[in-house]
């Protein structure tokens, strides 16, 4: 997978089919886009982009009498997921107020029309981008018109008769619901970060313990609580 650190550094040699949005979890409503972005790709000259934003908007926009967003995916388990389900480019937009504040007719025409060549979008049924989050499916169809690029939006996906969202996976965390929110993100929930020293008292009781220091202060971590974990070390499980 190709990762474009810095889109205002960047112009694309091939045409692209593209998807954009936080992606946050990376769950299955997430994977039905990737999903169709590769069937939109294949047999055909197109690579299959996604585009993200690091960090998560919230965090950048967020008002302060309101608590900061927690993250389900940091940019490096974001990275690794979209590798393994085969992404062919992913593009990591660094999120600021001046993007913030991008009309959604700008940053369609400078970035993913001339830096991307974009000649296939694929949103999901609720995207919204943009100045105002005015950047939605009607605006986005009507620029296709336009522009010359095709649109296709996709249903929601439902499991369990729910719609799967990042912010029902994370109210389902912070309850202790791990196996239903790993249901909806089509994995186990993971947690990564450096093992650092701590007290030693599981040791000392007999069941020694690994002290994590996630890479984001913002990954959130689920209800405190006794949790069955597979422990990934040097390779091994």
């Known amino acids: 997978m190709q990762i474009i650190w810095n889109i205002n550094d960047y112009e694309s040699e091939d045409e692209n089919v ?14 039905s886009i990737l999903s169709e972005l590769k069937e939109k790709t294949a047999n055909r000259n197109l690579t299959a982009t996604m585009i993200t934003f690091e960090p998560h908007p919230q965090l950048v926009v967020n008002k302060e009498e309101r608590p900061s967003v927690q993250i389900l995916t940091t940019i490096e388990e974001k990275i690794q997921i979209f590798a393994s389900l085969g992404l062919d480019r992913l593009v990591i937009a660094h999120f600021t107020l001046a ?4 009309s959604p007719e700008r940053f369609v025409d400078e970035i993913l029309i001339r830096r991307l060549h974009m000649k296939k979008m694929i949103i999901g ?17 009507k620029l296709g018109r336009e522009r010359g690029f095709e649109v296709t939006v996709l249903k929601p996906v439902v499991k369990n ?4 969202s990042s912010t029902k996976i994370r109210t389902l965390l912070l309850t202790g619901a791990v196996k239903a929110a790993a ?5 186990f929930y993971a947690i990564s970060g450096q093992v650092i020293p701590g007290d ?5 009781l007999g069941y020694p313990t690994l002290n994590i220091r996630t ?4 990954k959130l971590i689920p209800k405190a609580g006794i949790y069955a974990t597979l422990t990934g070390v040097e390779g091994k499980t």
């Open 18 to 31: 593209v998807s954009l949005g936080t992606f946050d979890g990376v769950h299955l409503g997430h994977q």
């Open 99 to 102: 993007l913030a504040g991008m």
């Open 125 to 141: 049924y609720d995207h919204a981008f943009g100045h105002s989050r005015s950047g939605n499916q009607n605006l986005l169809l």
């Open 161 to 164: 008769s729910i719609t799967i």
């Open 183 to 187: 249901d909806l993100l089509g994995r």
């Open 200 to 204: 030693a008292r599981g040791r000392r």
């Open 215 to 218: 890479y984001s202060q913002y």
